[in-house]
C-alpha cells in the first residue's frame, strides 16, 4: 500500500498563490494539518489495517517537513527525498494569484510551464520508483497537490477535482495493475459500464 499525502498549508496555499515548483516552507496551519493527519495513520496502524514501514518525500521543504512530522509521530524512518516528486512547474504564474493566473493563461500556457504530458511521465515514473525501493512494504510519500491528482487520474480513468492539504489518497500494486482505493480520504468508485442482456 502506498499513501500519497499532499502536503500541509503554506502561506501561499492560504493567499490562493499558484506555487507549483517554488520551494514555500509551511505555515504554523500546515503544521498542525500534517500532525492530524499523522493521527490517521497512528489510528489505522492501531487498528492493525496497515503497517506503515516508511515515509519518503518530494525534495520540496513542504512536502519534507510534512513526511518528517508524520514519520515521527509514526516513529518510522524518514528515509529520502525524491526530486523527481516535486510539483509541476508552472513557469510564469508561479507566485500569481490562482484568480488571476485563469485570467491571463485562461489555457493553461503560461510560458515555462511543464506540460502535462511530461509531468504524468515523471509522475509514474516516482510511483514505480517507490514502488521498487520498497517492495512489499507501506509507505508514505508527502508530495504535491497536482502531481498525485495526476498519478490517480491516469490509473483510475477518472477525473478528479480538488486535493485538500494534508490528505491522503491510497493505491496498491494488484496482479493487474495498480488500484486506487481512495482520494483524498475519500473511498473512489469506479463506476463500471454493465451490457445490458
Known sequence: MIALVRH????WNAAHRMQGSSDIPLNDTGRQQAR????LFVAERAAGEHDWAAVVSSSAIRARETGEIIAARLEV???????????QHFGDAEGVAVEEALRRWPNRDPKGRESDALLKVRALGALEQVADDFAGQDVIVAAHGTIIRTVLMELSGQ???????????????????WVVHTFGGEPLVVELEVESA
Do not use: I, M
Not at 78 to 86: I, S
Not at 163 to 175: I, K, Q, T, V
Open 159 to 177: 477525473e478528479l477535482g480538488f486535493l485538500p492539504n494534508a490528505s491522503a489518497s491510497r493505491l496498491s500494486a494488484g496482479e493487474n495493475g
Open 36 to 39: 492530524d493527519a499523522a493521527e
Open 77 to 87: 524512518p524518514f528515509v529520502r527525498t525524491y526530486p523527481q516528486w516535486f510539483e
Open 8 to 11: 500541509g498549508e503554506t502561506d
